[in-house]
């Protein structure tokens, strides 16, 4: 039977800081403005986009650069390097939030996030451009974040060639991005593929999970203004394959998955709000994990904040980080 154990802090870092929190409110918030049509399609709301940032700059902590993956299906790795690199780095795989429905490895949060992420770590970050719901239903992201991990095992990039330790590799995701890095941790647990990439661990901030019946603090969150129940079920309707309720594998996996199925998973971080709808179902999960699966579980869902708090306010993306750092170190110590 695996552990349950709090993560504690470590030293801050001088990575840049998160863009400043939006005034937000159900009625501003990005979920709210997702547009569905009559035939089905969605119009999404703009969100800034940043190119990436090949070239060292005065207070940038890291570099970026972006590489093909499936040119057919419009997907790429945004990859970050610190700057200056170490010698040898453990590779994040990181997959970004939006309900699967909005949002991109490019939107400008998500960009600066994982620019800070690689700096504090450190490691070289690989960021996903996955496709979207509806036009791609689940589990077309899990296809895609599958795909990246092949491309991690036989990649020929100069950063990865150069700085990237393969048998220290590492899922990482915030929200619906967590909800990735755990169905591509299992799926990369049954691979066939050789094992220069050795899969240490699964790094799953405020995983996004649902279900038919309503937890606390969900039935709470009417009015919340980052994830207002209303948006969370529309993003859960527009996401899951056609016809699926929210006790669906994908969107509850703690009821619909057998405990067997978790067997051979990695350690898992898994961390949190207090102040997210989605935090109770966050805590069953981590226990079901443990208790269920016998996975090792360091479990952190007593941070202060909100939903998404991390990509808007310096010190949640500082808790975050720490945990990130321990838990690599952790596992470092039990290779």
Not at 133 to 147: I, K, M, Q, S, T
Not at 265 to 280: I, Q, S
């Amino acid at each position: 039977m695996g552990d349950i154990t709090p993560a504690t802090g470590g030293a801050s870092s001088s990575c840049p800081a998160p863009p400043t929190p939006p005034q937000l409110t159900k009625e501003n918030n990005l979920f709210m403005q997702i547009k569905v049509h009559p035939d089905g399609t969605v119009t999404r709301p703009e969100v800034p986009a940043v190119p990436a940032t090949p070239d060292p700059a005065p207070g940038r902590g890291a570099v970026s650069r972006d590489v093909p993956l499936d040119a057919a299906r419009g997907t790429y790795l945004r990859l970050y390097l610190p700057s200056p690199p170490p010698a040898r780095l453990p590779v994040v795989l990181y997959f970004h939030g939006g309900g699967f429905v909005i949002l991109s490895a490019a939107s400008v949060f998500y960009h600066a996030h994982c620019e800070a992420l690689a700096a504090a770590a450190p490691a070289l970050v690989a960021s996903l451009e996955y496709r979207l719901a509806p036009e791609h239903r689940l589990p077309a992201a899990y296809d895609d974040a599958a795909a990246a991990i092949a491309w991690l095992r036989g990649a020929r990039d100069p950063w990865v060639a150069r700085h990237a330790d393969l048998a220290r590799c590492f899922l990482m995701g915030s929200s619906s991005g967590a909800n990735m890095a755990f169905f591509a941790g299992l799926r990369d647990r049954d691979s066939a593929a050789p094992a220069a990439l050795r899969l240490r661990g699964l790094l799953l901030h405020q995983p996004y999970l649902g279900g038919v019946e309503r937890t606390a603090s969900e039935a709470r969150s009417e009015d919340d203004p980052m994830l207002p129940l209303e948006a969370s079920d529309r993003l859960w309707s527009l996401a899951l394959p056609a016809g699926a309720d929210r006790d669906h594998e994908f969107c509850n996996p703690a009821r619909a998955l057998p405990p067997d199925a978790l067997g051979g998973l990695p350690r898992c971080l898994v961390t949190g709000n207090r102040g997210d709808p989605l935090v109770d179902r966050q805590r069953h999960f981590a226990r079901w994990l443990r208790d269920q699966g016998g996975v090792h579980v360091v479990a952190r869902t007593d941070h202060d904040g909100f939903h998404a708090s991390e990509l808007f306010v310096p010190e949640r993306a500082q808790e975050i980080f720490a945990a990130v750092r321990e838990f690599l170190s952790e596992c470092a110590d039990d290779a």
